[in-house]
């Protein structure tokens, strides 16, 4: 009989495979010259400081806030988990709609195109590679703390009933990619571009994506930086919301899976 464990490995290798051909057909395509992410011929959003800065500060601003709920010693609640939807869907119905008229909404990218679906799912493809192996060197280094996995692991373990699942689904798979995408890639790197080179905004917003998920003990943003680098790449070529947007739900998809197949410390 077929266990979870050896469903979970074979997943992830078969993922890791793939991810690797990925790399070795983009190397192939970049020595012949072939562009492989065509840029979409749009200026970047010139937003008005006060309004990127009160996007910023809700970019920090919000996870504060749910941490302060999550206090030390307090164990996940179903709850936390609903107050985090909430909050997400706020955030994400406040900035597009009190905040973008309809031309506005076209050019940050909330438009459905095949091309766009496509370099989305060959950037989560080709993240797997940088993003396990920073997080295997981390587990290796011994900087993961016991026990260091996001909160809704332990809730899932101390918890497992199909509410609760349905729940952490909606926060990891709509909600936090929604609200997430729309601060960091289309806002926040959107207005860099608009005052500094493309890939020195890229950089600068993949760090602080990167910070804003650090915990103690649990060093997420290591491997996660790698990630905000692939998403803010794809955003800077394609301008489109719904691409990074749905990289990065594939990406909490395939690691909430993996963590209901073996557990949380799975790789």
Not at 69 to 75: A, D, F, Q
Not at 130 to 142: H, I, K, Q, R, T
Not at 221 to 237: C, E, K, Q, T, V
Request: glycine share 6%; net charge positive.
């Amino acid at each position: 009989m077929v266990t979870p464990s050896q469903i979970s490995t074979a997943l992830f290798f078969t993922l890791l495979q793939l991810s690797l051909c990925t790399w070795l057909w983009l190397a192939w395509k970049r020595a012949r010259r072939q562009e492989v992410f065509p840029a979409v011929q749009q200026e970047p959003l010139k937003w008005h400081g006060e309004f990127a800065c009160l996007a910023i500060s809700c970019a920090f601003l919000a996870p504060g806030g749910m941490v302060a709920l999550m206090r030390p010693g307090t164990e996940p609640s179903l709850r936390l988990v609903q107050t985090a939807c909430a909050v997400n869907f706020v955030q994400a119905l406040f900035l597009m709609l009190a905040f973008f008229p309809a031309p506005v909404r076209e050019k940050m990218g909330l438009r459905f195109s095949w091309t766009d679906l496509r370099l989305a799912g060959l950037v989560f493809i080709a993240s797997l590679v940088p993003v396990y192996a920073l997080n295997l060197a981390v587990s290796w280094l011994g900087w993961r703390a016991e026990g260091g996995v996001h909160s809704y692991f332990h809730l899932i373990a101390a918890d497992p009933t199909p509410r609760t699942l349905i729940w952490i689904a909606v926060s990891v798979l709509i909600a936090a990619p929604i609200v997430e995408e729309l601060l960091y890639r289309v806002i926040m790197q959107g207005w860099l571009e608009s005052v500094l080179p493309g890939r020195v905004a890229l950089f600068i917003v993949a760090v602080v994506f990167a910070l804003v998920h650090w915990r103690p003990g649990r060093p997420d943003h290591i491997p996660l930086f790698a990630f905000a680098l692939a998403l803010g790449y794809l955003y800077h070529r394609r301008r489109s919301f719904l691409a990074v947007a749905l990289v990065h739900s594939l990406f909490n998809g395939m690691n909430l899976t993996m963590a209901l197949l073996v557990g949380p410390e799975a790789p």
